[in-house]
């Protein structure tokens, strides 16, 4: 199996929003055995990266920005399923969501799903999410982590909004916070007070899983 040349498939099948195309990378990377989360983290990933870019010079337009997020969307719903039954430690429960007033959510998606893929429970509470429903969701859930991501400079106040609330009831430090998305930093993670900052969803698996060694 040429995984290079399985990755490049995935991440053209984005480029050029091909649903079929990118099931069928899916179906062909099952059957050959390839390790499907690799494949969403450095197949499809890339080829959103690849499409965010050209969106960012001008090269496409929205129209085609939605098409292949929609597309990821469903490979990454795709690729979730497969991985579905396949037993493993479990690592605790996130709630995990967009920020309130930002409606990226491809990002937070292949978060959910690496985690999930790595024995932790998640709760997607979905996009432009109230920073109060973070809280209250791990309230209710009895959560260990709260998870917020951020796409937009404009949004990454929410996840301060999230400290803030976690303060004033007197439950900082009852949750581990993490905070990721494109503009979020090691440093704006450490102005906030949020427990880490997690680059892409690898990152964070592998923090998770640092907590359990
Ligand atoms: Co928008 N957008 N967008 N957009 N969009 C960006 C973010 C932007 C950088 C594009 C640009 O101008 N170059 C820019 C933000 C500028 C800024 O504030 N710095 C921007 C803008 C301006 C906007 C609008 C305002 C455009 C407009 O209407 N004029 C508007 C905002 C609407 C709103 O939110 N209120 C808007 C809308 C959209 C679409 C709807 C068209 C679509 C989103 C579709 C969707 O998500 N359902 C969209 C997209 C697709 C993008 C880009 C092109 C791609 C984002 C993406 O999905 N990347 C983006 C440009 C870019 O990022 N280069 C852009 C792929 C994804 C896999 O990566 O989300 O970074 P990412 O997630 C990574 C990591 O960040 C990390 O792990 C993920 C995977 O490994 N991560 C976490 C994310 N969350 C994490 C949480 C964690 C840990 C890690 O722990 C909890």
Redesign the pocket.
Known sequence: MDIEKLYQEAADAIIESDEDAALEVVQKAEAEGADLVGLL?NGF?AG??E???R??MGEVF?PE??FA?EVMKQVSEAIETKMDGVAMQKRGLMI?GTVE????????G??ASLLKTNGVDVVDIGREMAAEEFVNKAEELGADYI???A????TMTEQQRIEDILEERGLKGKYKT??????VTQRWADKIGATAY?????V?VKYINSLYE
């Open positions: 983290q990933s959103m990266r499409v965010g870019d969106f960012g929205l920005l939605i997020s995990l007033g930002d409606v990226h959510d491809i990002g937070k292949i978060v998870g917020s991501s796409l937009l400079t404009t993490i905070v990721g998305g494109a503009p997690c680059e892409d969803a690898a964070a």
